[in-house]
């Protein structure tokens, strides 16, 4: 047990560190195009333009990540801080700083939020621009001393080590060995901490003094990737030998190295055909001079020719190491494959992945099963989500009235995940759900969605249906009685717990806002509220139509007292993963008394025009009105 949540802490610490440079990866890209192009070895060398890339690696990428990992941990003022405290470091350290920025951009962005929760609750009405705008500025002041003091210079020094060896690493012959710990610690996630947090900065102090780099070659080589899943494209089986060849194209050619991670997964001997891959790609490159001018990022074969020096010699190294590591691994991996016996899935790997990652994977869809033809004889729809309250009683909301609307007898149920029954014909998820009910039932047609309220798969699965369908009259009049037998006593929507011109400062905080409502009002234990952020942090609660209904795990059902909602109205909007919501509708549901109420919840909101009049509404008692009337 204690391996393996050493493992899971290390996965997640690999996935923060990737989360700091993957949303800066365009900044990284212009930086190394500038430097390929004109610095005095470059395509087109301009003593002026050249001026760019200095400030750049040293200013510009370091605070970026800084910002990144503050507003990672604390939202916009953990950014704001964090960039401060990496200023710090930038100016105490002649080298570029991205290591250290990665040091304290998060430990801005912590020791702001530890200080607001703190003074959560405490400060009188009117002063709270005035705390929040000295305190960031103090902190912030703070911490870039010490960083400048004491950071910095522990930062120079590991760096100052690191070359060292590097340089004797380099002189030994032993350089390839690195590949040992790079290649495992992609599948860890821990690429970016290694290739931008170490490489890059020494790689940019040899491309000053050298003109390019190796060390640039060691992370982004696609060629271990592209052997492996070239052996799966002879060699594999079933669905992974199908998706294999376009895998492969993301790969090579996109610079996306996480779509190869699945297959490793699915037999982890293979990381033994990425290690000798990566070492003999490595040895190729010392052998033959190889170097990069500029970052290559992402690691595509692209960026790797567009940040190679001008050079016919430099080509040559480059492409022969991405071809020898690709040969070496591709014979390595044909032969684990040939040899080991191959009980091989592909969504579950995929699933692995994306729990290792710690979040949804951009590529993970590549993986999923293909969907055949929408069944005949559809009797039975069922949106399914994690704990069966809230999401998906939306959603089953929503296309209930769409089925009555076409005129179709179809059942249109939701549930947990869990508890799909298996004779659903049709089963409706949120796109990171749909391999868990994929593997609840295998011989479903699956739907996936990113938008409960305003999927446009609804209309086109209506469309499908109306070609071809029956239900029996028994069900569909059990189906009506249990939903006449619903509860549907407005008193769950009470005013004390609707409120209006809220402000957040992040997701997690409007959750715990919502959370301590519930609380207040008895609707559930206190336990409840970690188990929404839980829940949020599993699949994002954002529904569409800048609507989230945060609500707890499908475990917390037991912290339900009773059936409860909260209404926040937050006009200026919140950040939910990339997405502004402005209605918060927090749920408990207890045996169901909740789902006539958020039926109709649901039904308004699809409609974009009443969204805006419940933001603009200005008392509870208005923005109820506007529910209740729809």
Known sequence: MAQSNIKVAVQKFGNFLSSMVMPNIGAFIAWGLITALFIPTGFFPNES????VDPMVKYLLPLLIGYTGGKLVHDQRGGVVGVIATMGVIVGSDIPMFLGAMIMGPLGGYIIKKFDQFIEGKVKTGFEMLINNFSAGILGGILAI?????????????TGALVVGVDWMVAHGLLPLTSILIEPAKILFLNNAINHGIL??????????NGQSILLLLETNPGPGLGILLAYCFFGKGTAKQSAPGAAIIHFIGGIHEIYFPYVLMRPLLIIAAILGGMSGVFTFVLLGGGLQAVASPGSILAILAATPGNAGSYVANISGVLVAAIVSFIVGSLILKTGKQTEDLDEAARKMQEMKGKKSSVAGSFTKQQGEVPASVQKIVFACDAGMGSSAMGASLLRKKVKQADLNISVTNTAISNIPSDAQIVITQEELTPRAQNKVPDAYHIS??????????DK????????HTTSKAEEEKRVSAENNTDSNDSLLKEENVFVNQHFSSKEEAIRFAGSVLVKGGYVEENYVEAMIE????????MGNDVAIPHGTEEAKKNVLRS?????????????????????FGIAGKDGTHLEILSGIAITCSDMDNIEKMVHAKSAKELMAIIQSN
Do not use: C, H, W
């Open 49 to 52: 333009l050249a001026k760019l």
């Open 146 to 158: 010490l960083a400048f003091l004491g950071v910095s210079p522990a930062v120079d020094g590991f």
């Open 200 to 209: 890059s900065p020494i790689g940019a102090e040899q491309i000053r003094t």
């Open 449 to 458: 969605v990113d938008n409960f309220l305003s999927s446009p798969e609804y």
């Open 461 to 468: 699965l209506i469309d499908q249906l109306k070609n071809d």
């Open 535 to 542: 829940r949020d942090n599993m699949t994002s609660t954002y």
């Open 564 to 584: 409860g909602f909260t209404v926040i109205q937050v006009p200026e909007g919140v950040d939910f993963d990339g997405e502004k919501v402005r209605l918060i």
